[in-house]
């Protein structure tokens, strides 16, 4: 076995790394490029679903152009330093007037790109079509039933949870995540208009899809200014060497998730400019809870413990950052868990044999999948954890999978879903630690791991029902996360770093934790 990594220089080292990417809402893109009259190109790692409403999906590539074309409440920019930092944005103010009851100030003169004013009617549109049971994407904290939105007036937008019974705080952080929809659009449904195109308040507009091409122009009607650059065209490639090659040879004007080895050929490239950050992103072997033997707390656990996270990191360099939680050191909430599983055969051995299946004697044949060309090192890490694993008696085979065909397999479905074990990272735009927890470990949700699981449940309804957002961090660090770290519904393996590469032309582009970029600013 490799060395083990001292975590503390290991963060460190990271901290220092990444210290340059803070916050600055007021970023330059520089003027030789904006005068350039070129688009930016971006080529992003993963594909497409081909449904643009935003509520329809979890794929992290239409996060990101909606990032460029829709507004915000708010945005949050999730610091190391400063995770619960808030920036307003479409909001001006946003307070609690009790427990249950939020209010939120708009901003004036904002337009959608079809030119509908932006106003409360589209607040509380959003709010409720965002909260529907049947869409796929429900990151509020209770259906649509359990909220009352009032709009008092061409300004201001009251969320009263009463009929939920729990706390209006829970909105301050999820503001920064559902992107604001038109109510217009959304009256139509959800084969309507939010199905065919973005319209949003951004400072892009959406223009056409050709094929893999997501084609974005400056909104001359943006609140803050037009862009100086004229547009940006987003589009599919799914190979990281294809990405780069393309960076390097001006075909691209930015790439996202560079392999380590790619950081380090391209550092010493005078026309090619590196930003790396702590992302929200954890990655995840997800296991399928729904079906055995992972069904079984003791094999889930047994599985955690045959895992050394340190190798990962070794295998990782700059792509991972360590972590021993299930969110990200961004999200509200994060401490390192006291009884987060640590690499121990002897505990593996132990719970195997507990469980019936001594040495792995017993256990079926076990896949595990993943993905390649999206995230950093999936193939390479892959191989270890399926090693580590197959020395401690399971019977595992890896299953390397393109983004696309990996995507279609991810999610829990009757009988559990495909394969044993799914590697997957979870990126949301929030410090908002449910967008993690209770997406995938509350039995009402069964996102990838199906886990149905009283106790887990009960925790996770306490921590979103704590009166003050102080109570609620006590809750989580106390209560929520170690019993999860009690059952591992799934293992986190470490923080992803995001790592991007871009013309150096293009210096100052500020880029968020979750990989959406801020492009409406110019020299």
């Known amino acids: 076995m490799a060395k083990t990594i001292d975590r503390r220089r290991f963060l460190q080292a990271s901290a220092a790394a990444v210290g340059f990417a803070q916050i600055n809402p007021d970023f330059l893109i520089s003027s030789a490029f904006a005068q350039s009259g070129k688009p930016l190109v971006f080529l992003s790692a993963e594909n497409i ?7 329809a999906h979890t794929t992290l590539s239409q996060k990101n152009i909606e990032g460029f074309v829709m507004g915000f409440l708010t945005r949050t920019p999730m610091t190391l330093d400063d995770p ?23 901003r004036k003169g904002v337009h ?82 939010l199905t065919r195109r973005l319209n949003g308040t951004g400072p892009f507009r959406f223009v056409e899809q050709r094929g893999n091409d997501t084609v974005l122009a400056a909104y001359d009607g943006y609140f803050r ?69 992972f069904n079984d707390v003791r094999v889930r656990m047994a599985a955690c413990h045959s895992i050394d996270r340190a190798m990962l990191l070794e295998i990782l360099g ?56 999206f995230y950093p090192k999936t193939k390479e890490y892959g191989e270890v954890i399926t090693a580590m694993l197959n020395e401690q008696g399971f019977p595992v085979s890896l299953t390397v999978l393109e983004p696309a065909a990996w995507n279609e397999r991810l999610y829990h479905r009757p009988g559990g879903g495909p394969g044993h074990m799914v ?72 923080t992803s770093v995001m790592i991007h590469a871009m013309q150096r032309e293009l210096k100052g582009l500020y880029i968020y934790p979750d990989g959406s970029i801020d492009a409406s600013k110019t020299a």
């Open 225 to 293: 200014g037009k862009p100086g650059i004229p547009g940006i065209n987003f589009t599919f490639t799914g190979d990281s060497t294809t990405r780069m090659l393309s960076l390097m040879n001006g075909q691209a004007s930015i790439v996202e998730r560079l392999e380590p080895e790619q950081v380090e050929t391209v550092k010493g490239n005078p026309k090619i400019a590196i930003n790396e950050v702590v992302s929200v992103e954890n990655k995840y072997l997800w296991f399928r809870c729904s079906k055995p033997p």
């Open 49 to 55: 679903t081909g449904n643009w409403d935003p509520t």
């Open 423 to 494: 590697d997957c990272g979870w990126s949301t735009g929030s410090p908002e630690p449910d967008l993690v927890l209770r997406t995938h470990f509350h039995s009402s949700s069964h996102r990838i791991t199906g886990i149905e699981d009283a106790e887990i449940d009960a925790s996770l309804d306490k921590e979103r029902a704590a009166p003050t957002l102080e109570e609620r961090k006590a809750v989580l660090q106390n209560e929520t996360m170690p019993l999860l770290a009690a059952k591992m519904p799934a293992l986190s393996l470490f």
């Open 84 to 106: 619960g930092k808030v920036v307003y944005e479409l909001a001006t103010d946003i307070k609690l007037l009790d427990p249950h009851r939020l209010q939120i100030k708009l």
């Open 318 to 373: 700059a792509a991972g950052h360590a972590s021993a939680n299930f969110i990200s050191p961004v999200k509200f909430g994060y401490i390192d868990l006291k009884n987060y599983p640590a690499y121990d055969p002897a505990k593996a051995q132990a719970l195997l044999a507990e469980a019936g299946f001594p040495k792995g004697k017993g256990l079926p044949p076990l896949e595990y999948i993943t993905s390649v060309g």
């Open 112 to 193: 959608f790109h079809d030119g509908k004013p932006f106003g409360p009617e589209d607040v509380k549109a959003t709010f409720e079509y965002g909260a529907g049971k049947d869409r796929p994407a429900q990151w509020y904290p209770g259906p649509t039933e359990t909220l009352t939105i009032t709009t008092p007036d061409d300004e201001t937008v009251i969320v009263d949870t009463s009929k939920g019974g729990y706390p209006a705080h829970l909105f301050i952080f999820l503001a920064s995540f559902l992107p604001m929809m038109s109510a217009k659009d959304i009256a139509e449904g959800p084969g309507g208009a």
